[in-house]
């Protein structure tokens, strides 16, 4: 009898408690919608509801689209003391129990599993990591954001820390045309993992020589709770990958926003996550702390190479190759500390040139002997890199621009936007110096007599300029489809292209020459057959002076029917302030029948 | 520009292999200092969407076994050096005295923040002997760690 009647005081006092969850508008707090992703008009896609289709993210059938059922079930679910829906839903239980004021019945503590991984999980700390451009992999181009925890509060043992990484599970045999299609138009399950951060400084700043940076957030103990709970959560469930919005970074900007609903953050609408706005959005909505600059190995070996003179230089290139070149008088002649110096360059440039690939037994004994020369010689402070200015400081990453100016006797007016990102003449605080990365970049023109005209769109514009020296020989590559206008006999056509080339560049001071050997294809309404193509070469040199960037240019194409096509321009960019810029530029221009000059000043504008 | 897409069509069909694989061949802690990384390509896919192939990585407590370490939550010594390319990393700062990879390595081995700098200096005096020849494997360094630290009057005491 006694049972029975507590049966009903439990009964009744759940369905006062459901009933009071409905009332209060739970469903609705900006916590429970953060815990259940649901897209509050950030992105495109799923409008409304959660970003998650996967059924074990939800105890209600309708979990994924129906945020107030799925309150009920949970609470359901997560109120009996030891349950095992608490287990799963950590985050949730604990928003729960707070909200609806539940008492303190055991909690979490039967969950075994669950208590030891958050033993072993540490949480002093948590940073977002920004590894910078990849040039060589599409989806990275753009940079790539992780989340790093920390066991400690200091410096010491970051490499033991956790790195938090959404991304694509990629697991069958495919060609990485389908993977860009499928990460374009959904179709790749995205996971959150939870890998050692040695493993992410090893992949990105040793083996893909990405310099990175690291910034500290300030959440507190109860936020940081937040996230941890919430993660474990999110183990093995299964989100959409999208290259473009619901990418690597727009993930972990969720994840963030969880641990402070009230900050904003996923308020405005995001066309594209790029990395380095989600590191700027968190700055602005005051997340960030300090920074950390982690060079890659490329620009250590860079810094070493600056302190040494050409002598020394040759010693140690001398030395990567040769270890009996320590023994030799000049080698030792050398102070003690420009040994260490030489020794340190000489090791540096050896593992740099030997991180890929099979094991060589020949290299490792090497590497091992230069470091004995190393250990042997006094060690030498301060080589590290110099700390460039931070990525979240650089110029917007969308641009308009409005241009006036004359193409023969015509005079011209016209406007330009881009997406997305940088040009090599744009001011390079923040950027890599030598790069052009650009996606949908258009421009209309109205020319005196004519209508208004697609002058140019670049879809994808890559340029990346990697200096050589002594002991670097990287290729510098470019790639560029889109359409453009060129003469073809009397009068300009607009053309659908795509070129590309490799070539050389070097690195004197501020200037970086360069050339390249080029191909293109296309298609125009002039030439007979569908696609004509040509060959040519193109060589330039970029000045970045401090105070303005100029680039002088020279291209010659020849075409397989015999049609020829010449460019040459001067081109000087004068940033004003970190959101503007002034461009003007001389270009002479033409083929066969026809050449001229065109004169044009712009006005840019970056934003967002 | 085809050429480009060609390589990178080229770079995609030759996935499938395992992009990391920790504790190197053998496993038992049986890697390399030096070890090359094999299979860079895969690895270059796999960044095409900023993912990893293959298996979920969650870091259970219990991924700690023989081979795979990837999926351990805490560290100690060894299974720090048997992650793949790091203990290049530690060879390098021991030889130099000083670095994070031998900070987190002092860390990982339970070392007091005011003895770390002792640690360090130790390893230093003694980096010859840790790495005693360019084929030793993380467990002989590991090994050569510890009697080390036991012939030290202060680092003995963690032993």
Redesign the interface.
């Not at chain 2, 979920?56 to 407590?61: A, H, P, S, V």
């Given at each position: 009898m006694k049972g029975i009647f507590t049966l009903l005081a439990l009964l009744v006092g759940w369905s006062a408690v459901a009933a009071q969850a409905s009332d209060s508008g739970l469903a609705e707090h900006p916590r429970w919608k953060a815990l259940l992703h649901i897209n509050q008009g950030t992105t495109w896609r799923y409008q409304g509801r959660s970003y998650v289709d996967d059924p074990d993210f939800f105890l209600h059938e309708n979990g994924a689209t129906d945020a107030q059922a799925e309150l009920e079930a949970n609470i359901d679910q997560l109120r009996p003391p030891e349950s095992d829906a608490r287990c799963r839903f950590p985050a949730r239980y604990r928003f729960l129990s707070e909200q609806l004021d539940w008492p303190d019945d055991g909690g979490l503590s039967h969950c075994e599993d669950y208590v030891?991984?958050r033993k072993?999980?540490p949480q002093a700390r948590v940073a977002l990591i920004f590894p910078a451009s990849?040039l060589?992999?599409?989806?990275?181009m753009f940079g790539?954001t992780l989340l790093r925890i920390d066991?400690?509060n200091d410096?010491?043992?970051?490499?033991?820390s956790?790195a938090i990484?959404?991304?694509?599970?990629?697991?069958?045999?495919?060609?990485?045309?389908?993977?860009?299609y499928k990460?374009l138009v959904g179709g790749?399950p995205?996971?959150?993992?939870?890998?050692?951060y040695?493993?992410k400084i090893?992949?990105y700043a040793?083996?893909?020589n990405r310099d990175m940076w690291e910034y500290q957030l300030n959440l507190n103990e109860s936020e940081r709770e937040w996230l941890v709970a919430h993660l474990w959560e999110l183990?093995?469930i299964r989100f959409d990958?999208l290259?473009l919005d619901e990418?690597?970074s727009f993930r972990l900007l969720e994840l963030i926003a969880l641990t402070r609903p009230e900050s904003g953050l996923m308020d405005s609408f995001r066309i594209a996550e790029i990395p380095v706005n989600t590191v700027r959005a968190l700055d602005e909505s005051g997340f960030i702390e300090s920074s950390v600059y982690r060079p890659s190995k490329a620009k250590e070996l860079d810094a070493l190479i600056q302190r040494l003179t050409e002598v020394e230089k040759d010693l140690a290139l001398g030395l990567s190759q040769e270890e009996r070149v320590s023994e030799t008088d000049a080698f030792q002649v050398l102070a003690p500390k420009r040994r260490h110096l030489v020794a340190?360059t000489a090791?540096a440039h050896l593992?740099l040139n030997?991180?890929?690939?099979?094991?060589?037994?020949e290299?490792?004994?090497r590497?091992?002997a230069l470091?004995?020369v190393?250990?042997k010689t006094p060690?030498v402070k301060e080589i590290e890199p110099e700390r460039p200015v931070s990525p979240k400081k650089g110029h917007g990453t969308k641009m308009i621009a409005a241009t006036g100016g004359t193409l023969g006797e015509t005079g011209f007016g016209e406007f330009q936007a881009r997406l997305s990102y940088h040009d090599w003449l744009d001011a390079p605080t923040g950027f890599l110096k030598g790069a052009t990365i650009e996606a949908f970049n258009l421009r209309v023109r109205k020319a005196e007599s004519d209508d208004l005209a697609l002058e140019r769109l670049d879809v994808v514009n890559i340029r990346s300029l990697a200096p050589r020296n002594k002991f670097r020989k990287p290729a510098s590559?470019f790639?560029?489809?889109g359409l453009d206008r060129r003469f073809i006999g009397n009068k300009r056509h607009l053309t659908r292209q795509?070129?590309?080339?490799g070539g050389l560049s070097w690195s004197l001071g501020p200037v970086m020459p360069y050339g390249y050997a080029m191909?293109r294809?296309e298609n125009n309404s002039a030439h007979d057959p569908f696609v004509s193509t040509a060959a040519g070469a193109k060589t330039g040199i970029l000045w970045y002076a401090g105070p303005f960037q100029a680039g002088l240019d020279a291209e010659g194409l020849y075409y397989q029917n015999d049609d020829v096509s010449f460019t040459t321009s001067a081109t000087l960019n004068l940033p004003l302030g970190p959101d503007h810029a002034v461009r003007a530029s001389i270009e002479r221009e033409g083929g066969r029948e026809r050449v001229e000059t065109e004169f044009s000043l712009s006005w840019r504008y970056y934003f967002d | 520009?085809?050429?480009?897409?060609l390589a990178?069509?080229l770079?995609?069909?030759s996935?499938?292999a395992q992009a990391?694989a920790p504790g190197g061949p053998g496993c038992g802690w049986g890697n390399?200092?030096?070890?090359?990384?094999?299979g860079?390509p895969v690895?270059?896919?796999?960044?095409?969407?900023?993912?990893?192939?293959?298996n979920?990585?969650?870091?259970?407590?219990s991924g700690t076994n023989g081979c795979d370490?990837?999926g351990?939550?805490?560290?100690h010594g060894k299974n720090?050096l048997a992650?793949?390319?790091?203990m290049?990393?530690v060879?390098?700062d021991?030889?130099?005295?000083?670095g994070?990879?031998l900070?987190?390595l002092s860390?990982?081995i339970g070392i007091a923040?005011e003895d770390?700098s002792r640690f360090k200096q130790t390893m230093?005096e003694n980096?010859?002997s840790i790495?005693s020849?360019?084929?030793v494997t993380a467990e002989e360094v590991m090994s050569n760690i510890r009697s080390v630290m036991k012939s030290d009057e202060k680092l003995a005491t963690y032993s």
């Open positions: 030891e991984w072993a999980m990849y060589n992999s599409p989806s990275s790539h066991r400690g410096e010491d043992g970051v490499w033991l956790r990484n959404f991304g694509a599970t990629v697991g069958g045999e495919e060609n990485s045309i389908l993977y860009i990460g790749y995205g996971y959150f993992n939870n890998v050692p040695m493993n090893r992949d040793h083996l893909e183990q093995d990958y290259f990418n690597c340190r090791y593992r030997n991180r890929e690939g099979e094991r060589k037994q290299v490792a004994a590497s091992l470091l004995r190393v250990n060690a590559w790639v560029n489809f795509v070129q590309g080339g191909a294809a | 520009m085809k050429k480009t897409l990178l069509a770079v995609g069909t996935f499938g990391n390399m200092v030096f070890e090359g990384q094999a860079m690895h270059i896919v796999a960044t095409l969407v900023n993912g990893t192939s293959g979920k990585t969650f870091g259970m407590t370490t990837s351990a939550l805490a560290y720090m992650q793949q390319g790091i290049e990393e060879a390098q021991m030889a130099v005295g000083d994070e990879a900070t987190a860390v990982s923040p770390r230093h980096f010859s790495f020849e360019e084929d």
